[in-house]
């Protein structure tokens, strides 16, 4: 198995860290990127970036990189909005805190 091959193996979240990420074929041969996160709680989020056949040829490398960059901020701040409403809502639940305002 080369290498380009073993990363676009299916992965699975890892429990012992807060980011994990995996790299997979889509069905129409373009390729998905999956990035999961772990809140306070060790409750896990996901987002994921498609890239189509079309555009991996054609774009150049820095506007994928960028789009990774990016997917990767917005997880990363959606999760911490959660850790700083829990961390505000001392003993209660940063949800119904939301919910009442």
Do not use: C
Request: no cysteine.
């Amino acid at each position: 198995m080369t290498l380009a091959a073993r990363h676009l193996e299916p992965r699975r979240p890892r429990k012992d860290r807060d980011v994990t990420w995996s790299r997979t074929r889509g069905h129409d041969g373009g390729i998905i990127w999956t990035f999961w996160r772990r809140d306070y709680r060790r409750a896990l989020h996901m987002l994921t970036v498609d890239f189509s056949v079309q555009h991996i040829g054609i774009m150049p490398e820095h506007w994928t990189a960028q789009r990774i960059k990016d997917g990767k901020r917005k997880l990363r701040d959606f999760v911490d909005e959660i850790d700083l409403a829990a961390m505000a809502n001392v003993g209660g639940n940063p949800r119904e805190r939301s919910a009442a305002k």
